[in-house]
């Protein structure tokens, strides 16, 4: 059954849309080609709904709360209690529910609000598209394009809607993402056959393909789900790699489940054949399992990340995948193109000289009208040109008559203008070499030569010449021709080079001094240009990096997939690159076991994007690369990305401390539990018990998103090592476990505890051991040097006090507490500290020992690259 908005977005008849003729499509929409009356659009917005495709919407605080009971401990931890009830034991059950109840909550308001701050930074980025309104162009959110809607579209776009073309200039789409075909389709104005297929429809658009060149005008006439895109939504989106963390947790998940079910199992039935209660046995071995369950981690993780995304925002990184956030820190290696990132990016035109290397205002002319009429990629050249010094003949003597769009194949741009004298000039300006093959003539101030080798040599020189400066060159070159109605590429010829544009883009103030703060944090960045050798290497030479190891693309493109393994890594600057090689290099790096991180913000940055570890861009790139990026930077500064990097890693260490803490005192008390409960005559805590004290180990929990972080843990990447994890939970399980056992000791043959005594003394010492980890683990340094944050702080000093104070207070006995004697007492705060003085010990020879193991493997790597050639790719 067709909706009112299917009805709306479609012609009425039922009829496909493209194969519909432009004037009753026009009609049928009831626009025209001066575009919807804003009033209009806001009205059609307000019935048909935002240009979104169908999908997963924010969860709702309800669903986000349900979520917390899909976690099969705490089901059948419920099953329990209905049990216990069942059989008569209501109050165990109410308090079991009550713990039960107010831990899902804890993580209940962490999730949420770490889901409601992710939204909202997701909002301050939003792609913008250009459209006609009331007849005037005016630029609006994708979301709000509606049925009938005109849009301007041009190299770099994303489309954002499904429909027709009404006009076009050398238009070509990358459909990929629909069809499957690698190579960009040619579109323009026309009709196509209704039964015709996406790949078939030649003078359609669709939402999510993307612009590789020219320029078109598009008639939207399906928005949101009633798009192609949307109609396959699922199977299109982009599956996310799997990052080295979350795939580390993952495993530490299963590590915790196995040794979870093999304690839990082996315990219920020892008990069971102890002839013990079924329902205590039960509760007990269920109770050690969420003692062993870091069941927090999900909503710590969390909280982290959507703490440290806010973070970063502050300080103009805005992140679009979460998961993003730990790669940023663990990323060892950047790429990036020179423009904007490593100068100021205000390019200036220094020069506008003829062939033979004399200012001349006929060169500038040709070139503000190549510029400035041309409409399609707008580029930072263009706009220098327009911005230049300057006098010449006025523009206005000159009519547009035509243009060639620029694209990354022929790497030029022409424009016809006619003068008064009625003739046709085509002005070509771009690369130098991309110009001088469509050009068979040479203007000197003797007239038009013919281009031979010794012309080519002498521009050739001069390129050279400037570009070892810093100067960026272009070339441009002129015919003069008839009028005619049309030109195309094939125009692009016998053209007479008349001269040369150079640009001058100055390093970025600070950019060196930024360059040596990634150094220093263990991040080598390596440049990914289309710019010459030259020019590329002079920069490098003023900004600090090496300017001895280049590779171009035209040796890359004579490399085998094993020789770019083997060359990426002695390799510093890749220039004149083609758009179609950077992705090459970033697999190639990858696949060294680098971390790899990929700055840009161009049409064919976007494969390039996809394929580092951590695809990074800026607010003011193309669609195509903001919607690849996993970090977007509000401003292109690489002071920002340090900043960026730096909140990374906090986020990092800030997690890997709740499962230090998980690992260490919390891990090692359930396992000396378990044991002991095979060997005394009762259980050394009931079920109640130990849910009671882990719900109040886990409050300081909260606060580690926002602990301080020590300046060493910044200085290097950090890995996810699961070996590490486990040697780490075997040498402090050890320690708390030995502890736990001297308790034990200490409770039965100096105390002589009652059973309730027993209960409540190992209660206080655990949950105090507990606590106590948690500032030892929180820093590599001696746990006093290393100040935690203030609400950290003050939550574990405040559950503390509660521990201590649980016996003596009025409900105790709900738990099954006894108040204890003080001389116990001592002895219990006694053992605590000199458990915390062994884990402080422990720590210090823990992390002594792995920091030697990562020492040899450094100098095993530096080893490495010492023994191969000083210089791969020697500069020419």
């Known amino acids: 059954m067709t909706s009112e908005a299917d009805q709306q977005s479609v012609p009425p008849d039922g009829a496909a849309y493209w194969s519909i003729k432009t004037d009753d499509l026009l009609r049928s929409l009831e626009t025209s080609p001066s575009g919807l009356a804003a009033s209009e659009a806001a009205s059609r917005l307000a019935k048909f709904g935002r240009n979104t495709p169908a999908s997963k919407s924010s969860a709702s605080a309800l669903v986000v709360f349900a979520r917390q009971f899909r976690s099969p401990l705490v089901l059948i931890l419920i099953f329990a209690a209905s049990v216990s009830a069942f059989v008569g034991e209501g109050q165990e059950a109410a308090i079991i529910g009550a713990i039960v109840l107010a831990s899902c909550l804890l993580s209940f308001t962490q999730e949420y609000g770490a889901s409601r701050a992710t939204e909202l930074l997701k909002q301050r980025i939003s792609r913008k598209v250009i459209v006609l309104r009331d007849g005037v162009e005016c630029s609006v959110a994708a979301e709000d394009i509606v ?28 459909e990929a993402v629909l069809t499957g075909e690698t190579f960009p389709v040619v579109k323009a104005p026309g009709r196509s056959a209704p039964e015709a297929s996406v790949a078939q429809r030649g003078n359609a658009v669709f939402t999510g393909t993307s612009v590789r060149s020219g320029t078109a005008t598009v008639l939207a006439a399906a928005t949101g789900a009633h798009t192609e895109f949307a109609s396959i939504a699922a199977a299109l989106e982009r599956k996310i790699p799997e990052t080295g963390f979350a795939r580390g947790i993952r495993q530490f998940g299963y590590l915790m ?36 369950t870091p069941e927090l981690l999900p909503a710590i993780i969390s909280v982290t990340l959507a703490r440290g995304a806010r973070a970063m925002a502050a300080k103009g990184v805005i992140v679009r995948r979460l998961d993003a956030i730990e790669n940023l820190g663990s990323m060892d290696l950047l790429c990036t193109d020179k423009t904007g990132t490593l100068t100021e990016g205000m390019i200036q035109l220094d020069g506008w000289l003829d062939v033979d290397g004399n200012a001349s205002a006929d060169i500038l002319l040709w070139a503000r009208l190549n510029a400035t009429l041309q409409t399609g990629l707008k580029n930072p050249l263009d706009e220098a040109i327009a911005a230049a010094p300057g006098e010449g003949a006025s523009l206005a003597a000159f009519k547009k008559v035509d243009e060639i769009p620029y694209d990354f194949i022929r790497k030029r741009l022409s424009v016809v203008v006619r003068t008064r004298d009625a003739e046709d000039l085509l002005i070509t300006k771009g690369a130098v070499q991309n110009v001088l093959k469509t050009c068979g003539f040479v203007r000197t101030a003797k007239g038009l030569e013919p281009l031979d080798e010794t012309h080519r040599a002498a521009i050739d020189e001069k390129f050279r010449r400037w570009s070892a400066d810093g100067y960026r060159v272009l070339g441009l070159a002129i015919r003069r021709s008839e009028s005619a109605k049309t030109f195309s590429r094939k125009d692009e010829i016998d053209l007479a080079f008349a001269g040369f544009l150079l640009f001058l883009d100055p390093p970025k103030k600070g950019v060196k001094e930024t360059l040596a703060e990634l150094a220093q944090r263990g991040i080598a960045v390596k440049v990914i240009s289309g710019d010459n050798r030259y020019v590329a290497a002079h ?72 394929e580092a570890d951590i695809g990074i861009s800026v607010d003011s790139a193309v669609d195509v690369a903001r919607e690849a990026a996993d970090i977007i930077l509000l401003k292109q500064d690489l002071g920002v990305l340090v900043r960026g990097v730096d909140d990374g890693r906090k986020t990092f260490a800030n997690t890997m401390k709740y499962i230090s803490i998980t690992t260490s005192a919390n891990f090692g008390n359930m ?54 994890v486990r040697r780490f939970m075997i040498s402090f399980g050890l320690v708390s476990s030995l502890f736990d056992f001297a308790t034990f000791a200490f409770l039965l043959f100096f105390a002589h505890a009652t059973e309730a005594a027993f209960q409540t003394a190992w209660f206080v010492e655990s949950l105090l051991t507990e606590l106590a980890i948690v500032l030892i683990v929180r820093t590599h340094r001696a746990f006093w040097a290393s100040r935690p944050s203030p609400l950290l702080a003050w939550l574990t000093l405040a559950v503390g006090i509660i521990a201590i104070m649980i016996p003596y207070l009025p409900f105790a006995a709900w738990f099954g507490f006894v108040p204890l004697p003080l001389p116990m007492l001592a002895g219990l705060v006694a053992i605590t500290a000199l458990y915390l003085l062994a884990s402080e010990a422990t720590k210090r020879w823990f992390f002594g020992q792995e920091n030697r193991k990562s020492h040899r493997k450094r100098a095993g790597r530096t080893i490495e690259r010492g023994a191969k050639p000083h210089a791969a790719y020697p500069r020419s």
């Open 539 to 610: 920069l490098a030479q003023a900004i600090g990096l090496r300017a001895d190891r280049i590779m171009t693309g035209d040796e890359l493109s004579k490399l085998t997939k094993s020789a770019l393994f083997a060359g990426v890594q002695h390799t510093d600057l890749f220039v004149e690159i083609d758009p179609n090689q950077k992705e090459r290099i970033v697999q190639a790096l990858r696949s060294r076991g680098h971390v790899v991180g990929y700055l840009g913000d161009g049409i064919n940055d976007a494969p390039a994007l996809h």
């Open 147 to 174: 049925p009938g809607d005109i849009i301007r579209l041009s190299a770099g776009n994303l489309i954002p809607a499904d429909g027709i073309i009404l006009d076009a200039r050398d238009f070509n789409v990358s």
């Open 671 to 724: 396992i000396s539990m378990a044991v002991a409960s095979l060997f005394l005559p009762f259980l050394p805590l009931l079920a109640k018990q130990i849910l009671l004290n882990n719900f109040l180990s886990d409050v300081p929990s909260l606060a580690i998103a926002s602990d301080n972080v020590d300046p060493d843990q910044l200085r290097r990447p950090r890995h996810w090592d699961i070996r590490f």
């Open 257 to 292: 489940t196995e040794i979870m079910l093999a304690i839990v199992i082996l315990v219920f039935f020892a008990n069971l054949m102890l002839h013990r209660p079924l329902i205590e046995s039960l509760l007990f071995s269920l109770a050690l399992a969420v003692g062993l």
